[in-house]
């Protein structure tokens, strides 16, 4: 199987350096310790009454991580760079901000003759493969081991990189905090970004993240990927509903389950910085795999070759280097 | 300077142009408001070419290397100059391998590959430089000696 060679190159070569490199999505169901066990959540839509306290929990439980900025702040080149100050707004609620890493989105509308008014806690939904992570210039950005898509917030430098390239632009920035005030704050960086962790040091003691603990109505649940994969596939078929996140991306660890198509729910929700679209998105990743394989295989074809040509004699090619 | 070690050249520079478009810079200095620049801010784009690149660089490597490693006399410079190309390799199938969809590397190492990829550059750029200028000092002292 491919992914079984892949990890076993890629754990070979780790290993070879005594660091972990632990395969996480192959879990077999026998005893796996749970920090290899990747975890997903469902969210019903159906449930959602609005009531915002998963959102109030989030502020309270993260509240310690939130950035606390130096003012004032370095001047920055050039002059188009603009601060993001959220500081004096931290009670801001009704989207995504460095202080607020959870919303309850509203879509109000007809569907099939019937009206209808949903809800929906919109944050990071942890892909599976994150462009924010892979594409972090600077190591900041992570998955870990249980599916838990995180940002560094003690080397991140605030490019905002990451929500550049995340489809729903979920990272958020707040200027004035991090590292990049010690190295050069008016010419690199602008902060720190912050997101849902989904309550890492939470999950880390083997507790169950604040907003999912707190709901009254039992919206969402958390739980190993392929089951909750399995759930979330029961509920939609069980309810005549719509999946949304299992694709998503190239697949993500939240499901979303709705009574009413996402596309319709897409166009029925308010939209705009800081407040994600649910539309369909494709995997960016899509020639990652096969680009791959190329890397593998080149330096190997180009060594065989060289072997061939030197052991034939041959010196015509120069010898610098 | 035959034509392999021309492509080898616009190679590396191309790698240090898209390794560099990683980094929110084009876009801040301007250079992707420039007509036809746009692109130098497309982190997908600069992620598949620089993909499509280190797998030109990789392969000439490996062509070479065995004409390397029959190299006689190492200087000083020649073992550096090659230890960083080394790390630049290694750190970047690394990445390469952490960017498969169901691979999982710790987020410590992680952000070690990420620096050293960076921290092999960094040191590569004026090593190689001053290696080759050596290069050259050397070989036109050789040619006045032979024209003796
Ligand atoms: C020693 C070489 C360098 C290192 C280690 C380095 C490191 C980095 C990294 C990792 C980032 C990404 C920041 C992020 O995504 O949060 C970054 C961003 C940046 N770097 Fe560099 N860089 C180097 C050279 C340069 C040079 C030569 C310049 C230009 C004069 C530069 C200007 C910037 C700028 C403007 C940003 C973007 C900040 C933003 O968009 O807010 N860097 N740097
Ligand atoms: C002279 C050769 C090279 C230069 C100058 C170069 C330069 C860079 C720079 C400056 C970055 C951004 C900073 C960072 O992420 O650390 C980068 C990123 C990266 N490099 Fe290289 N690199 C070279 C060769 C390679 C090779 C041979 C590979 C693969 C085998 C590679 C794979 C990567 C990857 C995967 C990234 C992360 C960004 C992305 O996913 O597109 N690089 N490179
Ligand atoms: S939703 Fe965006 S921020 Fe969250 S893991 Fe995916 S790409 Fe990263
Ligand atoms: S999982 Fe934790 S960090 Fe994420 S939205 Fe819920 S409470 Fe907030
Ligand atoms: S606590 Fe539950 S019901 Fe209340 S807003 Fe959050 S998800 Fe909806």
């Not at chain 1, 319709?264 to 998105?281: I, M, R």
Request: aromatic fraction near 10%.
């Amino acid at each position: 199987m491919k992914i079984n060679r892949r990890h076993f190159l890629a754990s070979g070569l780790i290993a070879a350096g005594g660091i972990v490199a632990a395969p996480s999505t192959a879990r077999t169901g026998a005893e796996v310790s749970p920090d290899n066990v990747v975890l997903a959540t469902l969210l019903d839509i159906s449930k959602c009454i609005a009531c915002g306290a998963c959102v109030e929990a989030c502020r309270e439980v993260n509240g310690h991580k939130f950035p606390r900025p130096e003012k004032p702040f370095p001047i920055m080149y050039p002059a188009k760079v603009k601060v993001a100050d959220w500081s004096e707004r931290q009670d801001v609620d009704d989207r995504l901000t460095p202080y607020n890493w959870l919303y309850i989105q509203t879509a109000e509308g007809e569907y099939n003759g019937r009206s209808f008014e949903l809800h929906i806690p919109r944050r990071c939904l942890h892909c599976q493969n994150p462009p924010c992570a892979n594409l972090c210039p600077w190591g900041a950005a992570y998955k870990d081991s249980r599916g838990i898509v995180g940002i560094n917030d003690e080397i991140c430098l605030g490019g905002a990189k990451c929500k550049d390239v995340c489809p729903w632009h979920i990272p958020e920035r707040q200027t004035g905090v991090g590292l990049y005030l010690k190295l050069a704050p008016s010419f690199a960086g602008n902060g720190v970004m912050y997101k849902c962790d989904r309550c890492r040091d939470r999950v880390a003691q083997g507790e169950t993240p604040a907003c999912i603990e707190v709901c009254p109505e039992g919206v969402q649940s958390i739980g190993p990927r392929d089951e909750i994969l399995a759930q979330a596939r029961e509920l939609a078929a069980r309810t005549g509903g719509f999946l949304y996140g299992d694709t998503q991306n190239g697949g993500t660890n939240t499901f979303y389950v709705s009574p009413v198509p996402f596309d319709v729910l897409n166009a029925a929700v308010e939209q705009g910085p800081g407040k994600p679209h649910l539309a369909s998105v494709g995997n960016p990743f899509v020639k990652e795999e096969l680009l791959a394989r190329a890397v593998y295989a080149a330096p190997l074809i180009g060594v065989v070759a060289g072997v061939l040509h030197l052991v034939r004699g041959a010196t015509s090619e120069d010898n610098n280097e | 300077m035959n034509s392999l070690t021309l492509v080898f050249r616009l190679t590396v520079f191309a790698l240090a142009f898209t390794g560099f478009a990683q980094m929110p810079i084009f876009s801040r200095y301007y250079l992707a408001d420039v007509p036809g620049f746009a692109w130098t801010a497309d982190y997908y784009f600069n992620h598949v070419a620089h993909y499509i690149l280190a797998i030109v660089l990789l392969a000439i490597l490996g062509w070479r290397l065995p004409r390397i490693l029959r190299r006689q006399s190492w200087s000083a410079m020649d073992v550096t100059v090659g230890l960083c190309w080394i790390g630049i390799v290694l750190t970047g199938i690394v990445r390469v391998m952490k960017n498969q969809p169901e691979s999982y590397f710790s987020p410590t190492l992680v952000m070690w590959v990420d620096w050293g990829h960076l921290i092999f550059v960094v040191l590569l750029a004026p090593l190689a430089l001053a290696h080759f200028m050596t290069r050259r000092a050397r070989a036109s002292a050789r040619r006045l000696h032979n024209a003796k």
